[in-house]
């Protein structure tokens, strides 16, 4: 069987599930529920802005967008929130079209 490479916050969720530390929720369905109205509350994009960019950052952007396989618009707006709720993590991209020695 092969070997699955967990980052560090999937280990530290395996390690307090096998230490027992996880309890079931008393009404499953309610607690499903809940949680779908927070998803709907969280992805509904009701409001609309304009920004202005530096056209390299948009063209990076793009591709950044192409190779996921989604919007450019929903990759900004994602980035966004990931940044707001904490969960934005700074890595080098594998294959950086700018060379970050150029960037200002």
Excluded at 23 to 30: A, S, T
Excluded at 47 to 52: A, D, G, P, V, W
Excluded at 66 to 76: A, H, K, M, R, S
Aim: hydrophobic residues 30%; charged residues 40%; neutral net charge.
């Amino acid at each position: 069987m092969k070997k699955l490479k967990l980052e560090e916050e999937e280990k530290e969720i395996l390690e307090s599930f096998e230490r027992d530390e996880w309890e079931p929720v008393q009404d499953l369905e309610k607690e499903v529920k809940k949680h779908q109205v927070y998803a709907r509350n969280t992805l509904r994009k009701d409001k609309r802005i304009n920004i202005r960019i530096s056209s390299k950052d948009l063209e990076e952007l793009q591709l950044v967008a192409v190779e996921d396989g989604i919007p450019y618009q929903t990759l900004i707006s994602s980035i966004l929130h990931r940044f707001l709720s904490g969960r934005l993590i700074e890595k080098p991209r594998q294959n950086n079209r700018i060379n970050q020695t150029q960037r200002v």
